[in-house]
């Protein structure tokens, strides 16, 4: 095995072990699975909505201008292909962001019905 590869595997365990650590010890922390999880979901929204609406809005800048440029039309087609393939990317991204929570939810009752610790509700 190359030194250098080892060297990698290495760095990667150990980032694993203080990852895990740190993750163990805010949930001990905080005392509820379910707070972590509403902050999860409330990240998940944040960050997932900003690139879906990013995504709309380049890729509909992409299929405007692409009818205007005066190119060849392979080059057009392309365009086009990018610009409905982040369109389409941003729709995905907003059902990511309408279902999250109701998805968390549906664990935690399920979580709850089989002898479990409730009580996320709304985020």
């Known amino acids: 095995m190359n030194m250098n590869k080892l060297r990698l595997m290495v760095y990667l365990l150990v980032s694993m072990g203080m990852v895990s650590s740190v993750l163990a010890q805010s949930v001990s922390l905080t005392g509820s699975l379910s707070s972590q999880l509403c902050a999860i979901v409330g990240m998940v929204r944040t960050i997932v909505g900003i690139l879906a609406i990013a995504l709309f809005l380049i890729g509909g800048v992409l299929y405007a201008v692409s009818d205007f440029l005066p190119t060849n039309l392979e080059f057009r087609k392309s365009m086009i292909g990018w610009a ?21 939810q549906l664990v935690e009752n399920v979580g709850s019905s089989a002898g479990g610790a409730s009580g996320i509700g709304t985020c």
Do not use: H, R, S
């Not at 409905?84 to 968390?104: C, D, F, K, R």
């Open 84 to 104: 409905t393939a982040m369109i389409i990317g941003g729709l995905i991204g907003l059902v990511i962001v309408i279902i999250a929570q109701p998805v968390i």
